[in-house]
C-alpha cells in the first residue's frame, strides 16, 4: 500500500488515541468510559451506560469524523487491493497467451493455478470493500448513534411505559400471541416454497443436510417451542444444512433453514431462538408473498437455474459467481431477497414478532441483539454478510428492538442456556472438524475448475474490523 495510506491510517488512529486519552482526564466522573472503549462494549451495556448524557458534542463529532475516515480509507485500500490482483491475472494471461507454445504442461498448470487464486483473492477484496467493512463500520456508527440519542429515546420509552400508551403500538397484544391475526392466508404460500425449494435442489445450489440426529432433533425442539409460541399457522418444516454460511432463512409456507455456520455462531440458546424467532416471523407475516408476484417469483426459480449453470461449468465471470465459488457468499446470496420478505420495513417487522415469540417461549428475548451484535462485530460481518443484505439503519433496528423487550411483562427464570445446546455444540464439533477437512481441497459450493492447492480464503474470518483494516498496513489498534 502507497506511504501515503499508510500514513493516514496511523494518523487516524493516534488522533483517536489522543481523543481517547484527553476525553478520560477531562470526564467529570472518575470511573466514566472513554467514547473509544464505549463503542467497543455490547448493545445491552450501551442502554445502561447511556441513560445520562456523558460525552460532549464535539467528543462525538470526533469520533463519528474518525469512523468515517477510517471506513474510507478501509474500503479504498482493499477495492486497490482487488485492482492489484486483477493487473496480475491479466499480466498472467498475457504471458500464457504470449509463451503458448513454448510452455510445458507443468508451466502452464501451475499459470492457470496462480490465476485462480488470484481470481479468489480478488473475490475476497472486494467482499470486504464492498460488505463486509461498511457493515462493521455501520455497526460502530450505530454504537455512536446510540450513546448520543439513548438518553432522550430512553426518557420516551419510559413515558410510554409509566403511561400505559404502550399497549396500543402495533401487535401490543402479546397475551394473545397464537389467537390473534397478524396475516390471513399463510397457507396459501406453502405451494410457493415448495417450487422453491424444488427448483433449487434440482439446480444443485441446495447444501446438502447434515445428517447428525442429535443436531436435527436439537434443531427442531427449539424451532418447535418458538413456533408453538407464535402466530405461525402453516406446519414448520425445519431442514439443517452442512455449509459453512453463517445464515438461516425460511421460505414462505413455514420452510425454516438453519446452515452449519449458524449454529458453529451462536454461543447459547437464546441466541438461537431469537434468531428463529426473526425468521418465522416473516412466514407469519407474509412478507414473501407481499413483495412477490407471482411473475417475478417464477423468474426468481429461472435465475436460480442460471446461477447454478455459471457456477457448474466453471463460466464464472462476474465477481458475484466467484464469491460463491470460493465459498464467500453462500445460499445467502443467491435466494432473491424478496422471496424472504428481506426489505427495510419489514426486518423492523420480523424483528419486533421475533422478539415477542422468543419472549413468549420462555426465552431472554435480548439473544437477538446479542448475536446482530456479534454478526455484525466480528464473526458474522465477513461469513454472514448474507444476513445483513438490505437492512434498515442498525441504530433503528436495535431501539426498536429494546423497545419492544423493554414493552414485554417480566418473566421469572427466562432462559438463556441449557445443557442440550452445549451437547448439540459437542456434536457440532467433530462434524465441523470433519467438515473443515473435506472443504480444504473444495471450499464451495463448487469445487474449483483445477486441482490447485486451495487458495487462502479464510483472511478476515472472525478478526474484528480493527485486524482486517490493518492487515497489510503498520497501524495496529485503529479503526
Ligand atoms: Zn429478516
Partial sequence: MPALLRRCLIYGVAALLALAGSSSRAGDRSDKVTLADALKKPYSDLFELAEQPQYSKAELNAVRGALTRGRELCVKQFKQKASEYEKEIERLQKQLKDQASRITAAERRDLHCRIQNLRALQAQAEMLAKHAIPIAYENRQAKLDLIEQWPVKFKEITAQLETGIYHGRRWGDVEDI??????????????????????????????????????????????????????????????????????????????????????????????????????????????GHKLMTKAQIASFLLQAGQIAAVLFTGGATSFGAYALQYGFYGLGFVLDLNLLGVSRDFELQADQLGVQYTWASGYDPSGFIRFFDKMATTKGFVEGAAWFHDHPPFFDRMVEAEREITFLPRKPRAVVQTSEFEEMKRSLAELSANAAEDEKDKPSLKRPALDCPAPPVDAGSGQAIEAICSQGTQARGGW
Avoid: C, W
Fill in 178 to 287: 397464537g389467537f390473534r391475526e397478524i396475516e390471513k392466508d399463510q397457507h396459501k404460500d406453502i405451494k410457493t416454497g415448495q417450487d422453491a425449494i424444488r427448483e433449487m435442489k434440482s439446480s444443485g445450489l441446495m447444501p446438502r443436510e447434515i445428517e447428525n440426529r442429535l443436531i436435527i432433533d436439537y434443531v427442531n425442539r427449539v424451532a418447535r417451542t418458538v413456533s408453538s409460541h407464535s402466530d405461525l399457522k402453516v406446519p414448520l418444516k425445519v431442514t439443517v444444512l452442512d455449509s459453512k454460511e453463517i445464515n438461516a432463512f425460511a421460505l414462505p409456507g413455514g420452510f425454516l433453514f438453519i446452515e452449519r455456520g449458524l449454529l458453529e455462531a451462536v454461543d447459547d440458546e437464546a441466541e438461537l431462538a431469537g434468531v428463529i424467532g426473526h425468521e418465522l416471523s416473516h412466514v407469519v407475516a407474509r412478507h
